[in-house]
């Protein structure tokens, strides 16, 4: 069984920082791919950002130059650290890993409210 536990939402001002954090847990034998997608009430799951097992990353254009995604595969964990925050940003995050003869695996996902 795998588990991919996500930390690190919260409330912050616009303005302001988080960096959201995700391990994987379980009988893994490599991650192909890592990311973390986005969905805000009534719209749909978006991708924000992407980062594959020899580091090439991905963003949406929404987040580009504000975010930044990163991974340490010895931990099976990736991070997102978030900058420069906006309202809308504000959503359900959820960590998302491709596991090699396995398939995708979501986490739980965690709150960030971005308040004006």
């Known amino acids: 069984q795998v588990q991919l536990v996500e930390s690190g939402g919260g409330l912050v001002q616009a303005g302001g920082s988080l960096r959201l954090s995700c391990a994987a847990s379980g009988r893994i034998f490599s991650i192909n791919s890592m990311g973390w997608y986005r969905q805000a009430p009534g719209k749909q799951r978006d991708l924000v950002a992407a980062i594959t097992s020899g580091g090439s990353t991905n963003y949406a254009d929404s987040v580009k130059g504000r975010f930044t995604i990163s991974r340490d595969n010895a931990k099976n964990t990736v991070y997102l650290q978030m900058n420069s925050l906006v309202p809308e940003d504000t959503a359900v995050y959820y960590c998302?890993?491709?596991?090699?003869?396995?398939?995708?695996?979501w986490g739980q996902g965690t709150q960030v409210t971005v308040s004006s």
């Open positions: 998302a890993a491709l596991i090699a003869t396995m398939g995708s695996y």
